[in-house]
Nanobody, 125 residues
Framework: QVQLVESGGGLVQPGGSLRLSCAAS????????ISWFRQAPGKEREGVSCTSGTYGSTNYADSVRGRFTASITSAKTTLYLQMNKLIPEDTAVYYCAASRGRCLSNWARMKYDYWGQGTQVTVSS
């Protein structure tokens, strides 16, 4: 069964750090673009990053660039998102999603084949 499962969310204070994981089962990510999205209540879904499973390179949203770092394991089974210097605006449900192919320039608007269930990140003092 093809599946993506997120984990690692939780409550953290502003300025803190958190690492999210997106684990793939039933397939490997080497031929996929795998992205992190987030959605806060009452707000539209926002693309956070897009990582090439082939090359490991990542595109970031302006809102997180310099604070978040995505990485993929050598086995191409897990994508991580290291989140540093967290701010309240980062509060959202975070989802990972996979699309066969490359991270295109419009990666946040691409059609994704698989989605995880989401993990809650809350940044609050």
């Amino acid at each position: 069964q093809v599946q993506l499962v997120e984990s690692g969310g939780g409550l953290v204070q502003p300025g803190g750090s958190l690492r999210l994981s997106c684990a793939a089962s039933g397939f490997t990510l080497d031929n996929y673009a795998i992205s992190w999205f987030r959605q806060a209540p009452g707000k539209e879904r926002e693309g956070v990053s897009c990582t090439s499973g082939t090359y490991g390179s990542t595109n970031y949203a302006d809102s997180v660039r310099g604070r978040f770092t995505a990485s993929i394991t050598s086995a191409k089974t897990t994508l991580y998102l290291q989140m540093n210097k967290l701010i309240p605006e980062d509060t959202a449900v975070y989802y990972c999603a996979a699309s066969r192919g490359r991270c295109l320039s419009n990666w946040a608007r691409m059609k994704y084949d698989y989605w995880g269930q989401g993990t809650q990140v809350t940044v609050s003092s």
